[in-house]
């Protein structure tokens, strides 16, 4: 975590803020919120996965009505909450509590063992509607929530010694509000340089089985031309279509089960351009990177 990253989570921390971090798909957002999870002691981490069709009241619960319905005419009458599902923020808010305070909401199989402070991530923002950043400051201001179904007079909330430390993920598609981005700490993240990229290629390939019984960690050449290259390539698309480290993992891996040689990226132009299908999404761009790599005319730095 380089410094300036680390003085805004300990900002957002200290002033009880949300911290926003935008950045290129791939460049670490959501791991951050892992990471500072797993120094505090705080695993693990509440994901909201934001959707198009989310709204600030989906940050806390759902309420399966439809099977409450059939279970009612079914079984006759049924505990109201053996049908809620928690979210992340509700979640947190939950278990900053004690057991005995919110027992009368929590569903069947909710494992509460004692009071905790929690990390949410509310990931990609800029996935929901346009209202939806605004619509969540009070509800993450206020920590509090109420379930009607349950008890409409009884809201849920926590005390600042409990509550959630919150980040944000976006991938910068659209802008967002200027209210909203007031109420946040900030801080984007840049896409990882070539050093970090042969780290994090190397460190998911031995959590990723060959298909084909090659070794799971390649050689750490490879890597790094594989890296290089990458970088070449993704110079020349469009910040829209550039790939991200995912699609360089996918990459890497294919050129491995795809071939039998120590260095694919010099050694075996066939398995190269084969698993460019993991890597480039558009056949112009694919054109352009096949014609940067040629059959295999490409030279990395390194040499």
Not at 27 to 35: M, V, W
Not at 208 to 234: E, G, K, Q, W
């Given at each position: 975590m380089d410094d300036g990253l680390m003085q805004a989570v300990n900002v957002a921390l200290l002033m009880g803020q949300p911290l926003l971090l935008t950045g290129e798909p791939g460049s670490g957002k959501t791991c951050l919120a892992e990471r500072v999870a797993w120094e505090l002691g705080l695993l693990p981490v509440l994901t909201f996965a934001t959707k198009t069709t989310s709204q600030a009241k989906d940050l806390f619960y759902t309420y399966d009505y439809l099977a409450r319905f059939h279970a009612a005419n079914s079984q006759g009458d049924v505990a109201p909450k053996?049908?809620?599902?928690?979210?992340?923020?509700?979640?947190?808010?939950?278990?900053?509590?004690?057991?005995?305070?919110?027992?009368?909401?929590?569903?069947?199989?909710?494992?509460?063992?004692?009071?905790?402070?929690?990390?949410?991530?509310?990931?990609?923002?800029?996935?929901?509607?346009?209202?939806?950043?605004?619509?969540?400051l009070n509800e993450i201001e206020s920590l509090k929530f109420s379930i009607p179904e349950i008890d409409p007079n009884d809201p849920i909330c926590t005390d600042a010694a409990h509550a959630p430390l919150i980040f944000i993920t976006s991938n910068s598609e659209k802008l967002l509000p200027r209210p909203f981005l007031r109420r946040c700490v900030y801080y984007h993240i840049e896409f990882p340089g070539e050093k970090r990229l042969q780290e994090i290629v190397h460190r998911r390939l031995l959590r990723m089985p060959s298909r084909m019984n090659r070794a799971s960690s390649p050689d750490d050449t490879f890597i790094a031309n594989a890296v290089d290259l990458f970088t070449d390539i993704r110079k020349q698309m469009s910040e829209e279509t550039r790939p991200a480290t995912a699609e360089l993992i996918l990459w890497v891996a294919a050129m491995r089960d795809l071939s039998d040689k120590k260095d694919p990226i010099t050694q075996d132009p066939n398995a190269v351009k084969a698993a460019m299908h993991a890597l480039i999404k558009s056949k112009s761009e694919k054109v352009m990177a096949l014609k940067i790599y040629g059959n295999g005319q490409w030279k990395p730095k390194t040499t």
């Amino acid at each position: 975590m380089d410094d300036g990253l680390m003085q805004a989570v300990n900002v957002a921390l200290l002033m009880g803020q949300p911290l926003l971090l935008t950045g290129e798909p791939g460049s670490g957002k959501t791991c951050l919120a892992e990471r500072v999870a797993w120094e505090l002691g705080l695993l693990p981490v509440l994901t909201f996965a934001t959707k198009t069709t989310s709204q600030a009241k989906d940050l806390f619960y759902t309420y399966d009505y439809l099977a409450r319905f059939h279970a009612a005419n079914s079984q006759g009458d049924v505990a109201p909450k053996g049908f809620i599902t928690f979210h992340a923020l509700g979640e947190a808010i939950i278990r900053g509590n004690p057991k005995e305070k919110v027992e009368k909401f929590l569903p069947p199989g909710f494992v509460h063992q004692s009071r905790k402070r929690s990390v949410v991530l509310i990931d990609e923002i800029d996935k929901a509607p346009r209202d939806f950043p605004n619509d969540i400051l009070n509800e993450i201001e206020s920590l509090k929530f109420s379930i009607p179904e349950i008890d409409p007079n009884d809201p849920i909330c926590t005390d600042a010694a409990h509550a959630p430390l919150i980040f944000i993920t976006s991938n910068s598609e659209k802008l967002l509000p200027r209210p909203f981005l007031r109420r946040c700490v900030y801080y984007h993240i840049e896409f990882p340089g070539e050093k970090r990229l042969q780290e994090i290629v190397h460190r998911r390939l031995l959590r990723m089985p060959s298909r084909m019984n090659r070794a799971s960690s390649p050689d750490d050449t490879f890597i790094a031309n594989a890296v290089d290259l990458f970088t070449d390539i993704r110079k020349q698309m469009s910040e829209e279509t550039r790939p991200a480290t995912a699609e360089l993992i996918l990459w890497v891996a294919a050129m491995r089960d795809l071939s039998d040689k120590k260095d694919p990226i010099t050694q075996d132009p066939n398995a190269v351009k084969a698993a460019m299908h993991a890597l480039i999404k558009s056949k112009s761009e694919k054109v352009m990177a096949l014609k940067i790599y040629g059959n295999g005319q490409w030279k990395p730095k390194t040499t």
